[in-house]
Protein backbone atom coordinates (compact mmCIF):
# COMPACT_ATOMS: atom_id res chain seq x y z
CA UNK A 1 0.00 0.00 0.00
CA UNK A 2 1.20 3.67 -0.69
CA UNK A 3 -0.29 6.65 -0.15
CA UNK A 4 0.51 9.65 -2.12
CA UNK A 5 -0.29 13.35 -1.19
CA UNK A 6 0.83 16.72 -2.95
CA UNK A 7 0.28 19.74 -0.90
CA UNK A 8 1.69 23.02 -2.52
CA UNK A 9 0.49 23.79 -6.80
CA UNK A 10 -1.22 26.65 -6.55
CA UNK A 11 -1.01 30.39 -9.22
CA UNK A 12 2.04 31.03 -11.02
CA UNK A 13 2.95 33.81 -13.90
CA UNK A 14 3.57 32.58 -17.76
CA UNK A 15 7.42 32.46 -17.84
CA UNK A 16 8.29 31.85 -13.85
CA UNK A 17 8.80 28.68 -12.24
CA UNK A 18 7.31 25.92 -9.66
CA UNK A 19 8.27 22.88 -8.02
CA UNK A 20 5.52 20.84 -6.78
CA UNK A 21 6.49 17.74 -4.47
CA UNK A 22 4.70 14.90 -3.38
CA UNK A 23 5.05 13.12 -0.22
CA UNK A 24 4.60 9.21 -0.06
CA UNK A 25 4.04 6.67 2.77
CA UNK A 26 3.19 3.28 3.15
CA UNK A 27 5.28 0.40 1.00
CA UNK A 28 9.70 1.59 1.07
CA UNK A 29 10.07 4.48 -1.21
CA UNK A 30 12.98 3.27 -3.00
CA UNK A 31 11.06 0.26 -3.98
CA UNK A 32 9.16 1.61 -6.73
CA UNK A 33 9.30 4.15 -9.84
CA UNK A 34 7.22 7.45 -9.90
CA UNK A 35 5.24 9.21 -12.92
CA UNK A 36 3.36 13.42 -12.86
CA UNK A 37 0.31 13.39 -14.76
CA UNK A 38 -1.99 16.26 -15.38
CA UNK A 39 -5.71 16.92 -16.53
CA UNK A 40 -6.43 20.17 -18.14
CA UNK A 41 -10.46 20.83 -18.28
CA UNK A 42 -12.21 19.07 -20.82
CA UNK A 43 -8.93 16.76 -21.68
CA UNK A 44 -8.10 13.73 -21.03
CA UNK A 45 -5.29 12.91 -17.95
CA UNK A 46 -2.11 12.58 -19.80
CA UNK A 47 1.69 11.65 -19.00
CA UNK A 48 4.27 13.63 -17.80
CA UNK A 49 7.37 12.42 -16.55
CA UNK A 50 8.58 9.53 -14.86
CA UNK A 51 11.25 8.48 -12.66
CA UNK A 52 12.90 4.91 -11.74
CA UNK A 53 13.74 3.97 -8.16
CA UNK A 54 17.00 5.02 -7.87
CA UNK A 55 16.33 8.25 -9.68
CA UNK A 56 18.73 6.97 -12.20
CA UNK A 57 16.56 7.09 -15.24
CA UNK A 58 13.72 9.62 -15.98
CA UNK A 59 11.73 9.44 -19.14
CA UNK A 60 9.50 12.99 -20.07
CA UNK A 61 6.58 13.75 -22.48
CA UNK A 62 7.78 15.24 -25.76
CA UNK A 63 5.49 17.70 -25.24
CA UNK A 64 7.27 18.93 -22.55
CA UNK A 65 10.73 20.17 -24.55
CA UNK A 66 13.00 20.76 -21.61
CA UNK A 67 10.93 22.52 -19.47
CA UNK A 68 10.05 20.58 -16.65
CA UNK A 69 12.20 18.25 -14.41
CA UNK A 70 10.87 14.99 -12.39
CA UNK A 71 13.69 14.23 -9.30
CA UNK A 72 13.35 12.32 -6.37
CA UNK A 73 14.42 12.46 -3.10
CA UNK A 74 14.69 8.70 -1.51
CA UNK A 75 15.81 10.24 2.01
CA UNK A 76 12.38 12.44 2.72
CA UNK A 77 10.16 9.96 0.72
CA UNK A 78 9.29 13.01 -1.39
CA UNK A 79 9.12 12.99 -5.37
CA UNK A 80 9.16 16.31 -7.15
CA UNK A 81 8.40 17.93 -10.45
CA UNK A 82 9.97 21.49 -11.70
CA UNK A 83 8.00 23.74 -13.52
CA UNK A 84 10.13 26.13 -15.38
CA UNK A 85 8.68 28.75 -17.89
CA UNK A 86 5.09 27.79 -17.87
CA UNK A 87 2.30 28.43 -19.94
CA UNK A 88 -1.35 29.24 -19.78
CA UNK A 89 -1.56 25.79 -21.04
CA UNK A 90 -0.23 24.10 -18.76
CA UNK A 91 -2.99 25.03 -15.91
CA UNK A 92 -4.25 21.71 -14.99
CA UNK A 93 -4.63 19.69 -11.81
CA UNK A 94 -1.12 17.75 -11.47
CA UNK A 95 -1.26 14.24 -10.14
CA UNK A 96 1.73 12.11 -8.81
CA UNK A 97 1.62 8.49 -9.16
CA UNK A 98 3.44 5.17 -7.56
CA UNK A 99 3.90 2.11 -10.34
CA UNK A 100 5.08 -1.00 -8.66
CA UNK A 101 5.84 -2.93 -11.05
CA UNK A 102 9.45 -4.05 -11.23
CA UNK A 103 9.35 -4.90 -15.03
CA UNK A 104 8.36 -1.94 -15.85
CA UNK A 105 9.92 0.79 -14.15
CA UNK A 106 9.81 3.41 -17.29
CA UNK A 107 6.15 3.58 -18.63
CA UNK A 108 3.92 6.14 -19.33
CA UNK A 109 0.45 3.95 -19.87
CA UNK A 110 -1.58 5.22 -16.48
CA UNK A 111 -3.05 1.30 -15.90
CA UNK A 112 0.66 0.61 -14.94
CA UNK A 113 0.27 3.01 -12.09
CA UNK A 114 -0.95 1.25 -9.07
CA UNK A 115 -1.53 4.17 -6.51
CA UNK A 116 -2.32 7.66 -7.30
CA UNK A 117 -2.50 11.41 -5.33
CA UNK A 118 -5.64 13.38 -4.57
CA UNK A 119 -4.25 16.25 -7.57
CA UNK A 120 -3.45 19.80 -7.24
CA UNK A 121 -4.34 22.08 -8.82
CA UNK A 122 -1.91 24.36 -10.77
CA UNK A 123 -2.88 27.84 -12.83
CA UNK A 124 -0.95 29.53 -14.80
CA UNK A 125 -1.44 33.26 -15.44
CA UNK A 126 -0.33 34.98 -18.74
Known amino acids: QVQLVEPGGGLVQAGGSLRLSCAAS????????LGWFRQAPGKEREFLAT????????YYADSLKGRFTISRDNAKNTVYLQMNSPKPEDTAVYYC???????????????????WGQGTQVSVSS
Open 26 to 33: GRTFRSYA
Open 97 to 115: AANLNPMSPICTMQPHYNY
Open 51 to 58: ISWTGGST
